[in-house]
């Protein structure tokens, strides 16, 4: 036993002024009681009981031992409690990482359903393409919309399936020609979701055929909407989840590019720091999103079926 464990079993034995009561009362045989008192005062330095034959009291040192740890004791417990309840209820802060497009575009309405659920609980919400340091930035979780989790310093949970296509306008089209296959968007021009203008590769497939299609795009950027406004400009092709453009594709307005090749598929993910056991707030948000989205297709349109969530 630690030394908060045998201050427990002293401060029963004087308030009782008995090993053998205190025995009863912590369900302890009073061998145990009286070695773990015996440890405490070896550990101490000083002995804290005058045992007799017919009581035990405390000593000038118990006492002064005793009114301390009766304090210290409470403030642990009150100090376990309030963990306890902030882990199995929904107050507090709920601070969350999303990317913008999602954000913009399906949040709303699920965050406006999940504050009339949990009222108590504060939501702090970050909308940003860039992908965050959860430990760093002291985020309770984030979602992101990506290829399959690398990272091994959190946890993860798939959320589910995020379909892409290949698109353009048809004023592109026009102008430049549709692609017949991978190998033409070489001669296209490509814009890239990337944080920089480096080399970044296409992976798509036909059936059992693969095609990885490195793009060396003059313009790259990080964010979904303005990739499909350039796009709907005439500016060249783009590889976006379906749920960003899809009233675009509709409508019109941009058309699919390479319709028999699927890009490779990326999800949406709700990432975690490394925590034993999931938070109820967090563990409740994520449950959330993941019924939302498996309810509201037609808000979300093609972000795909839910998929069993698993928590590595």
């Known amino acids: 036993m630690g030394h908060i464990e045998r201050s427990r079993i002293f401060l029963a034995v004087a308030d009782r002024s008995s090993f053998a009561d205190a025995s009863r009362a912590l369900n302890l045989s009073r061998s145990v009681v009286t070695r773990q008192v015996a440890e405490l005062e070896e550990e101490l330095g000083v ?46 802060t709920l ?102 203008n480096d080399p970044q590769i296409w992976r798509l497939r036909s059936g059992d055929e693969k095609a990885d299609i490195t793009i060396a795009s003059k313009l790259a950027c990080n964010n979904g909407e303005l990739l499909a406004d350039l796009a709907l400009a ?25 319709p028999g090749w699927l890009p490779e598929m990326i999800w949406l993910t709700a990432f975690y720091p490394p925590y034993e056991r999931l938070p109820a707030k967090v563990d409740a948000f994520t449950r959330f999103i993941e019924d939302a989205v498996a309810v509201d297709q037609e808000e979300l349109p093609n972000l795909g079926q839910k998929k069993p969530a698993r928590l590595l």
Not at 50 to 78: F, N
Not at 81 to 89: K, M, N
Not at 159 to 180: F, H, K, M, N, T
Not at 240 to 251: C, N, S, V, Y
Request: glycine content about 6%.
């Open 47 to 92: 002995q804290l009981l005058v045992r007799t034959t017919r009581k035990v009291a405390l000593t000038a040192p118990g006492a002064i031992y005793a009114d301390r740890m009766r304090i210290a004791i409470r403030q642990i417990d009150q100090a376990t409690e309030a963990v306890r309840d902030e882990q199995h209820t929904l107050r507090g």
């Open 95 to 196: 601070k969350v990482s999303a990317p913008l497009s999602f954000g913009m575009r399906f949040l709303p309405d699920a965050i406006a359903r999940f504050r009339i659920l949990y009222p108590d609980l504060t939501l702090a919400m970050d909308l940003t393409d860039r992908f965050v340091d959860i430990l760093r930035d002291e985020y309770d979780m984030a979602l992101r919309i990506s290829g399959p989790p690398a990272d091994r310093s959190t946890i993860w949970r798939k959320i589910c399936e995020v379909p892409r296509v290949l698109a353009a306008s048809p004023d592109y089209i026009a102008r430049r020609g549709s692609p017949l296959g991978p190998q033409d968007l070489a001669d296209h021009n490509c814009l890239a979701y990337s944080n920089s």
């Open 234 to 258: 005439g500016e060249g092709i783009v590889l976006l989840p379906r749920f960003i453009i899809d009233e675009a594709l509709d409508d019109g307005r941009l058309v699919q590019v390479l």
